[in-house]
């Protein structure tokens, strides 16, 4: 069983930055690729970005490539979303989310459906 809760969120202008941690309960975490997720107002959640267990590969999507870096401390049991140069279409509710796959090495995990834990979601409004 792993419980996740992220960081509060936050109003931030465009242009400005924001990080996100979210932090995790439970033996597994640090065995664990996880991911961020997110959804806007009237739209379906989707995949931000992913890291494997040990933190050596990240994903992310092609909107957010650049200005999102995704990272862990598996010491700390978190994961982090440091968020650059944000624009009014990233407001949205972020969530993390445990990928349901231990030990795995694959290039993403950008599949909603393959994550068995989730966090209770923070909102990011970005003000133009």
């Known amino acids: 069983q792993v419980q996740l809760v992220e960081s509060e969120g936050g109003l931030v202008q465009a242009g400005g930055s924001l990080r996100l941690s979210c932090a995790a309960s439970g033996r597994t975490f640090s065995s664990r690729a996880m991911g961020w997720f997110r959804q806007a107002p009237g739209k379906e959640r989707e995949f931000v970005a992913s890291?494997?267990?040990?933190?050596?590969?990240?994903y992310v999507t092609d909107s957010v490539k650049g200005r999102f870096t995704i990272s862990r401390d598996n010491a700390k049991n978190t994961v982090y979303l440091q968020m650059n140069n944000v624009k009014p279409e990233d407001t949205a509710v972020y969530y993390c989310a445990a990928h349901r796959e231990l030990y795995s090495n694959r290039y993403s995990y950008s599949n909603a459906a393959e994550y068995d834990y989730w966090g209770q979601g923070t909102q990011v409004i970005v003000s133009a």
């Open positions: 890291i494997n267990w040990r933190g050596g590969s990240t």
